[in-house]
């Protein structure tokens, strides 16, 4: 199965600033997800990070506040911008490989926290 | 839209004890389906799939049987240990919605000596 590469794995940041975190697969993988896990809470789907063209945003997520980049198949970053409190959760990349149907990989997840 | 309702948590066994969580799904197309589980402390682990009707998934003592007849897919271990305390998550991914994977609420469970 892929491995999967988050970094930060954590981060203390201040409220109005912004951090990428970046995904890398050691492999090439089709389809890439980014999802956000608030405290104490299940997964919910930012957005699917697309190949060479914009991410699909699910609803309630917007380009403008969690900025997504994919420049190819091995590797996707996510911003989360303009950060306030409730933007602290823990942000995970998923990956589905290539005639491995629709079983997802997760990678370790990046545990934000916003003061 | 496909959704994942579980049951709700947390729930508390003794060691040896039998698991039954509980997970019924609502989807468009033919889905998937998946129990992840999230150790404290650690990322979201794969514990056991199906992928059509009647496939029974297994791994570590853990079973689930894919019951199209009542959109279920309920998680089952006939003795649980301390080790098995963590977050059960049910989740679909369904063709029909780009192979996105929808996750249950999930359900905590811890095991007591």
């Known amino acids: 199965s892929a491995v999967i590469s988050q970094k930060p794995s954590r981060d203390i940041c201040q409220r109005g600033t912004s951090l990428t975190i970046q995904c890398q697969v050691d492999?090439?993988?089709?389809?890439m997800f980014w999802y956000r896990q608030q405290p104490g809470q299940s997964l919910t789907l930012i957005a699917t990070?697309?190949?060479?063209?914009?991410?699909?945003?699910e609803s309630g997520f917007v380009i403008d506040k969690f900025p997504i980049s994919r420049p190819n198949l091995t590797f996707s970053t996510l911003t989360v911008s303009n950060m306030s409190p409730e933007d602290s959760s823990i942000y995970l990349c998923?990956?589905?490989?290539?005639?491995?149907?629709?079983?997802?990989?997760f990678g370790q997840g990046t545990r934000l926290t916003v003061v | 839209g496909d959704s994942v309702t579980q049951m709700e948590g947390p729930v508390t066994l003794s060691e040896e004890a039998f698991l039954t969580i509980n997970c019924t799904y609502t989807?468009?197309?033919?889905?998937?389906l998946f129990w992840y589980v999230q150790y404290p402390g650690e990322g979201l682990q794969l514990l056991l799939k199906?992928?059509?009707?009647?496939d029974k998934g297994s791994n570590k003592g853990f079973e689930a049987t894919y019951r199209k007849e009542t959109t279920s897919f309920h998680l089952e271990k006939g003795s649980v240990q301390v080790s098995d305390s963590a977050v059960y998550f049910c989740?679909?991914?369904?063709?029909?919605?780009?192979?996105?994977?929808?996750f249950g609420p999930g359900t905590s469970l811890s095991v007591i000596p």
């Open positions: 998923s990956v589905e490989e290539p005639g491995r149907g629709t079983e997802a990989f």
């Open positions: 492999s090439q993988v089709t389809m």
């Open positions: 990070a697309n190949q060479g063209s914009e991410a699909t945003y």
């Open positions: 989807a468009t197309g033919y889905p998937s």
């Open positions: 199906a992928t059509k009707a009647d």
């Open positions: 989740a679909l991914s369904d063709r029909t919605s780009y192979d996105k994977v929808i």
